[in-house]
């Protein structure tokens, strides 16, 4: 019988990092559900074992050193880890000029959307390293991409100095890791899942969290020759 795979969503409470994890649940994966708040992490885990997912809460604040520490214990006394999804982001408000930017505001979203998730990783690696098949996805975005941002014929609207520049730094921190882990069998890879419709925009998307969760769980189930540092959506590739 096929040992059964173990994911960490981060975020999973709600929108795409729930999708994601309910995705990777119907392959008949343990998913465990990080998050911050309880109530919203235990409704998650109700809502998804009601449709006969093996999912298990994991309190997790990525800001937070003995968290994450606390995180990586659960998680190795239930038998390891396969597959960390970084999904845990925040905006920091609504976009804003870069000459209006308030310096906490940017301090607070990078901490969470990039030093947070190199704080995830470093943690979960010695797990990740006795995995068959050890895969991280990063969520990150389009807005992060150097490249159509420079583009005059791309329009992203306002674009301030905290959210926009956090994935931009991101995506660094994937390519950084991939050319680490290249060796070790771990891929890790950018996921663009595009303009999805969740809390942190207000809503505001075209795309379900649903639709936007595939690229995730594409990247976390890609066979052992899979990419490692790329950016990609569902399309294929994404420039940096």
Do not use: H
Not at 158 to 163: E, H, K, Q, R
């Amino acid at each position: 019988m096929t040992e059964q795979k173990i994911a960490l969503i981060t975020g999973a409470n709600r929108g795409m990092g729930f999708e994601t994890a309910a995705g990777l649940g119907r392959l008949r994966w343990q998913v465990g559900i990080g998050a911050r708040d309880e109530d919203r992490r235990s409704d998650a885990v109700a809502a998804l074992r009601a449709e006969g997912i093996d999912a298990f809460p994991v309190p997790l604040d990525v800001t937070d050193d003995e968290s994450v520490q606390a995180a990586a214990e659960l998680l190795s006394e239930r038998g390891g880890l396969d597959v960390l999804v970084n999904n845990a982001a925040i905006s920091g408000g609504p976009p804003v000029a870069p000459t209006d930017t308030v310096l906490a505001t940017v301090r607070t979203v990078m901490e969470t959307n990039v030093l947070g998730v190199v704080r995830v990783i470093n943690a979960m690696l010695p797990l990740l390293r006795r995995s068959s098949a050890p895969r991280i996805v990063n969520m990150s975005s389009s807005v992060g991409s150097l490249a159509l941002q420079s583009n005059p014929d791309v329009e992203f609207g306002v674009m301030d100095l905290a959210y926009g520049p956090s994935k931009t730094l991101l995506n660094g921190v994937t390519v950084q890791f991939a050319k680490e882990l290249r060796e070790s069998g771990i891929l890790i890879n950018s996921a663009c899942p595009g303009f999805v419709a969740t809390e942190l925009n207000g809503f505001t998307g075209f795309r379900t969290p649903s639709e936007g969760a595939a690229i995730a769980i594409r990247l976390a189930t890609l066979p052992n020759d899979g990419p490692t540092g790329g950016f990609f959506n569902d399309e294929g590739v994404v420039p940096w």
